[in-house]
């Protein structure tokens, strides 16, 4: 097993990202437990692209997004301690501080990304699960998503500046 690097530390955006992202998580929750005993038995908890409902839980599944939320969030923080276990392209000596801050980097912001869609899955079944169908709300969700992919695509393109240039 690889040494834990010691010189490694959180850049301020990975320490932001990390913070809210944790902070939205647990904000998911709250809100989930405060409208806990208003939700019905059934509760939709799948929907198709259209927004519409297409599958529906009992009323104790609306933790199952908060709790995938966390579990994520905990997994990608430990990751992001330990940038040594990482999959690297080209990492040399020289440039082994640049690909841990961007891929700790990466990692901080994917964890704002899973809390920010969690949230929003979150609170869109819940207020269904109450009667409110706000039609932007779902489309929020299919926006960060596509956003959120393009924007992983373009942090992998840009993996390209770690390659050795030719001599």
């Given amino acids: 097993m690889k040494e834990k690097t010691e010189s490694y530390q959180r850049?301020?955006?990975?320490?932001?990202?990390?913070?809210?992202?944790?902070?939205?998580?647990?904000?998911?929750?709250?809100?989930?437990?405060?409208?806990?005993?208003?939700?019905?038995?059934?509760?939709?908890?799948?929907f198709n692209f259209s927004g519409e409902i297409d599958g529906w839980g009992?009323?104790?599944s609306v933790w199952f997004l908060p709790a995938i939320s966390?579990?994520?969030?905990?997994?990608?923080?430990?990751?992001?301690?330990?940038?040594?276990?990482?999959?690297?392209?080209?990492?040399?000596?020289e440039n082994k501080t640049a690909q841990y801050r961007f891929s700790c980097s990466l990692l901080a912001v994917?964890?704002?990304?899973?809390?920010?869609?969690?949230?929003?899955l979150s609170l869109d079944v819940m207020n269904r699960a109450l009667g409110d169908v706000y039609p932007l709300l779902f489309q929020s969700i299919i926006i960060v998503v596509i956003l959120g992919i393009l924007a992983m695509i373009a942090a992998l393109v840009s993996l390209r500046r770690f390659k050795p240039k030719k001599q």
């Fill in 11 to 46: 850049t301020p955006l990975q320490q932001w990202c990390t913070w809210i992202s944790l902070a939205i998580t647990a904000a998911t929750a709250f809100y989930v437990a405060f409208m806990y005993q208003q939700l019905p038995q059934v509760v939709p908890m799948h």
């Fill in 110 to 120: 994917t964890n704002l990304f899973i809390s920010v869609v969690f949230a929003l």
């Fill in 70 to 93: 966390l579990f994520m969030w905990v997994l990608l923080f430990i990751l992001s301690d330990r940038p040594e276990l990482h999959n690297y392209y080209y990492l040399r000596e």
């Fill in 58 to 60: 009992g009323k104790g």
